[in-house]
C-alpha cells in the first residue's frame, strides 16, 4: 500500500509515552524519475486518498486531541485530501475508480459541519462532474 506511514504515524505518536523532535536529519530519500514521488497514476493517488481518511478518522475518535487540536489538524487534513481527490478523479479511467472517487466524496460530504471546506468541495465536485463521473443533472 501507498503512504501507509503518512496513516499510521498518528496511532505510533499517541501511543508513546514521550515523543521527542531532533532538528537533525538521519536518513534521507533518494528520489528517482520512477519513484512514487514524481509518478501520477490512481492508486498512488488513492493511496494518497485512504491515508488521509485514516488520519482524520483517527484525529477525530481520539480522546488525547482537544476540539480546537482536531478542527485545526483535521481541516489540514482534508485540505490534503481534496487535493489528492482532485488528482485522483483526473486520472480515473475505469468505471471502478469513478466508483472510488464518488465513494470517497461521500465520506467527505458526511464530515462533520466544522470541516466544511466549500471551495474545495464545490472544486471536487465539479471535476467529477466535468469527468462525467456525476452526470449533469436534466
Known amino acids: 500500500r501507498y503512504f501507509e506511514d503518512t496513516a499510521t504515524t498518528w496511532r505510533l505518536l499517541v501511543a508513546a509515552?514521550?515523543?521527542g523532535h531532533i532538528?537533525?536529519?538521519f536518513y534521507h530519500y533518494y528520489r528517482h524519475g520512477?519513484?512514487?514521488v514524481h509518478t501520477s497514476n490512481f492508486q498512488i493517488h488513492y493511496g494518497h486518498v485512504l491515508a488521509d481518511i485514516e488520519r482524520v478518522d483517527f484525529i477525530n475518535a481520539h480522546a488525547a486531541y482537544t476540539d480546537a487540536e482536531k478542527i485545526d489538524l483535521g481541516c489540514?487534513?482534508?485540505e490534503l485530501f481534496c487535493k489528492h481527490l482532485r488528482k485522483?478523479?483526473?486520472v480515473a479511467k475505469t468505471e471502478?475508480?469513478?466508483?472510488?472517487?464518488l465513494e470517497s466524496r461521500k465520506w467527505m460530504l458526511n464530515l462533520p459541519f466544522?470541516?466544511?471546506l466549500r471551495l474545495k468541495y464545490l472544486f471536487t465536485?465539479?471535476?467529477l462532474r466535468r469527468k462525467n463521473i456525476i452526470p449533469d443533472k436534466k
Do not use: T
Open 96 to 101: 471502478q475508480e469513478k466508483q472510488i472517487c
Open 76 to 78: 489540514r487534513s482534508i
Open 17 to 19: 509515552k514521550s515523543a
Open 125 to 127: 465536485y465539479y471535476l
Open 34 to 36: 520512477g519513484s512514487i
Open 114 to 116: 466544522k470541516y466544511r
Open 88 to 90: 485522483m478523479v483526473v
Open 23 to 25: 532538528a537533525r536529519p
